[in-house]
Antibody, heavy 119, light 108 residues
């Protein structure tokens, strides 16, 4: 069974930084594009960032552009999200999700890691 | 950006009922639409993609239809585990990928 496990979520002060990690197993990680999706408390789903299978193409939501950086290490089957200049509105559960074979829908999700931005 | 609007925002139903949820795109998206179910405290789970293709392992009581701007998710006979929140998502014109606001399905 495919496993996707996020880590790194924490309580951080406004303006602070945090690095999230996502470890994937039992699927060919290096063949799939990956994404970060977040969900603020009691709210809906918000796409955050995309990285292609080899890391050559990257996209960000306008709400995080210039503050967040997505990266991956295919040798370690790992995805990362470096977050800087964090704001209260970045408070959310962050999910790592892989894309399906036929388009940018999300077939495998991790359990999520919570990020709280508060003083 | 393409806006996705779901209706209703919430509905109440009983085990065994047939329910339909609608998703409308602000512009045509062909059939580039996915549906997810999210139980409280859990990650979303993919149900359908390409508007009507059932993801492997998903029960056949789930079905989807539509193309262009109007889409529906139908659950033919509600089971206890189906009381959850449902989201549609477009992947036709990205970035950004966009989701509907969600439909909360509650037990009557």
């Amino acid at each position: 069974e495919v496993q996707v496990v996020e880590s790194g979520g924490d309580l951080v002060q406004p303006g602070g930084s945090l690095r999230l990690s996502c470890a994937a197993s039992t699927f060919t990680f290096s063949s799939y594009s990956m994404n970060w999706v977040r969900q603020a408390p009691g709210k809906g789903l918000e796409w955050v960032s995309y990285i292609s299978a080899r890391g050559s193409t990257i996209y960000y939501a306008d709400s995080v552009k210039g503050r967040f950086t997505i990266s991956r290490d295919n040798a370690k089957n790992s995805l990362y999200l470096q977050m800087h200049s964090l704001r209260a509105e970045d408070t959310a559960v962050y999910y790592c999700a892989s894309e399906g074979n036929w388009g940018s829908y999300f077939n495998y999700w991790g359990q999520g890691t919570p990020v709280t931005v508060s003083s | 950006d393409i806006q996705m609007t779901q209706s209703p925002s919430s509905l109440s139903a009983s085990v065994g009922d047939r329910v339909t949820i609608t998703c409308r795109a602000s512009q045509g998206i062909s059939n580039s639409l996915a549906w997810y179910r999210q139980k409280p405290g859990k990650a979303p789970k993919l149900l359908l993609y390409a508007a009507s293709t059932l993801e492997s392992g998903v029960p056949s009581r789930f079905s989807g239809s539509g193309s262009g701007t109007d889409f529906t998710l139908t659950i033919s006979s509600l089971q206890p585990e189906d009381f959850a929140t449902y989201y549609c998502q477009q992947y036709y014109n990205t970035p950004p990928i966009t989701f509907g606001q969600g439909t909360r399905l509650e037990i009557k």
